[in-house]
């Protein structure tokens, strides 16, 4: 049973310079949410999709980010252009709830560690 | 201020030995709270989950507590073994907002 994967696992990549990251859901699942990681500031929601469509992207530092999901199994994550304060772990997540808040867990893939030089 | 404080931040414990974990959260309304556990270098797996009616919930050597009336949840880890060591995230939702409070996670290192 495969879970939520992402791609790459690690990237570094020049300031200025247009990063892409991936995400592959579980099947099934008709929520998808991407997240960043740092030490300082923990996990931090950027975006969730319900359906293919994108409901709250308040979480998203600035206009050089950007998220979509084309269809129910990828979604990619965007950053142009990067800078260095953009590097975190960015993890993808899915789940299969009705609604958002209910008792179901959020899976998680292993995430992409993203350094900007 | 961060809505969810966690305590301690680190600590290390020796294997076989018990250890708890402190949430404290601001969240309101309160819709259900969460424990992860997140090995390095990999994704958080979720443990447990907690609604308003719920006080308690175990899974395996893990038990959580909630105390809706206080905002406090507590992560208890018995009998700690090896592959404990790992970083334990609380989670909060609150009804009706569609948002998520994160605590910055207890890093827990066991020792043999």
């Known amino acids: 049973d495969a879970g939520v994967i992402q791609s790459p696992r690690h990237e570094v990549t020049e300031m200025g310079q247009e990063v892409t990251l991936r995400c592959k859901p579980i099947s099934g699942h008709d929520y998808l949410f991407w997240y960043r990681q740092t030490m300082m500031r923990g996990l931090e929601l950027l975006i969730y999709?319900?359906?293919?469509?994108?409901?709250?992207d308040s979480g998203m530092p600035e206009d050089r980010f950007s998220a979509k999901m084309p269809n129910a199994s990828f979604s990619t994550l965007k950053i142009q252009p990067s800078e260095p304060r953009d590097s975190a772990v960015y993890f993808c997540?899915?789940?299969?709830?009705?609604?958002?808040?209910?008792?179901?867990?959020?899976?998680f893939g292993d995430g992409t560690r993203l350094s900007i030089l | 201020k961060n809505q969810v404080e966690q305590s301690p931040q680190s600590l290390i414990i020796l294997e076989g030995k018990n250890c708890t974990l402190q949430?404290?959260?601001?969240?309101?309304?309160?819709?259900?709270l969460r424990w992860y556990k997140q090995d390095t270098g990999r994704g958080p797996v979720s443990l447990t989950i907690?609604?308003?009616?719920?006080n308690t919930k175990s899974n395996g050597r893990y038990t959580a507590t909630l105390d809706a009336d206080t905002k406090q949840s507590s992560l208890h880890i018995t009998a700690s073994q090896l592959s404990d060591s790992a970083s334990y995230i609380c989670?909060?939702?609150?009804?009706?907002?569609?948002?998520?409070?994160f605590g910055k996670g207890n890093q827990v290192v066991v020792i043999p």
């Open positions: 989670v909060v939702s609150a009804r009706g907002n569609n948002r998520l409070a």
């Open positions: 949430c404290n959260y601001t969240v309101s309304p309160f819709s259900n």
């Open positions: 997540a899915s789940s299969s709830i009705d609604r958002l808040y209910s008792n179901q867990p959020q899976h």
């Open positions: 999709f319900n359906n293919n469509v994108p409901i709250d």
């Open positions: 907690m609604t308003f009616s719920e």
